[in-house]
């Protein structure tokens, strides 16, 4: 991920940071990303003695990002980073956040149906327009970080985030994207013990949100978002050129 990140950013830019969080991976991953530090310069890695949770490694990797636009994307290869460029092509002007969606999923049948129902009841519940709000391959100008405070610690983070944005008013446009197998390793997600915290997370979300509105309300109040702090999970790539930049 991060050799394929790295060429792909010198083919849309000549200004960009690499960021690697290692959220308390008990394998190899710290030594190799180590070693890979001396052979690119542009590489940043952030690494957790314990595990945090997928949202605080968003959120960590968030608040190192340095550059105008932020791409971000899972470290298992589930997604070709090479396609961050189709992101780049249709970030014009007007729009503030490029979704991918994926084409078709590669998951086991019990992924897939449990994939469908969120997508399908998360859209009906919180009201946002985008068709894949659970495909983390996205490409964000640094404006709309800015304008909101993230709070999830897990991985309903990416939720929080689309219902803010779509909230606050940015535009967003979508481009398909393609799904692969995963290779190595397993979800630590699609358990039944992480499932029933996630349904207590989204009612928490959706009374904070969708109920209460607490984040409209403070945006109309001038309260200033706070800084995005938390921890790692996720292999985020950050680059710009002069108006330009991404995480991923």
């Not at 994939?115 to 946002?128: E, P, V």
């Not at 290779?183 to 009612?203: E, K, T």
């Not at 938390?230 to 995480?247: A, Q, T």
């Amino acid at each position: 991920m991060v050799i394929m990140a790295h060429a792909t950013l010198r083919e849309v830019s000549d200004d960009f940071e690499i960021i690697v969080c290692n959220d308390g991976s008990s394998d190899y991953t710290p030594q190799v990303l180590d070693a890979l530090l001396e052979r690119y310069p542009e590489l940043r890695v952030i690494h957790h003695p314990q595990n945090q949770g997928y949202g605080c490694a968003l959120r960590s990797d968030f608040a190192q990002a340095t550059k105008e636009f932020i791409f971000f994307t899972d470290g298992d290869a589930q997604y070709d980073v090479r396609e961050l460029k189709l992101l780049v092509e249709a970030m014009a002007p007007g729009v503030d956040v490029v979704n991918g969606y994926k084409i078709s999923r590669n998951d086991p049948v019990h992924r897939l149906v449990i994939g469908w129902l969120y997508h399908y009841l998360m859209k009906l519940l919180f009201g946002y327009r985008i068709r894949d709000v659970d495909c983390d391959f996205r490409l964000i100008r640094r404006r709309c970080f800015e304008a909101i405070y993230l709070e999830s610690s897990d991985g309903t983070l990416p939720l929080e985030m689309v219902k803010k944005f779509h909230d606050a008013g940015f535009v967003f446009a979508e481009v398909p994207v393609h799904h692969y197998h995963r290779v190595y390793g397993r979800s630590q997600f699609f358990n039944w013990r992480r499932l029933i915290r996630a349904v207590h997370h989204i009612i928490r979300l959706w009374v904070k949100l969708v109920w209460r509105k607490e984040h409209i309300k403070a945006r109309e109040s001038g309260e200033a978002p706070a800084k995005h702090g938390g921890g790692g999970k996720v292999s985020d790539v950050s680059r710009s050129s002069r108006d330009f930049s991404g995480d991923g």
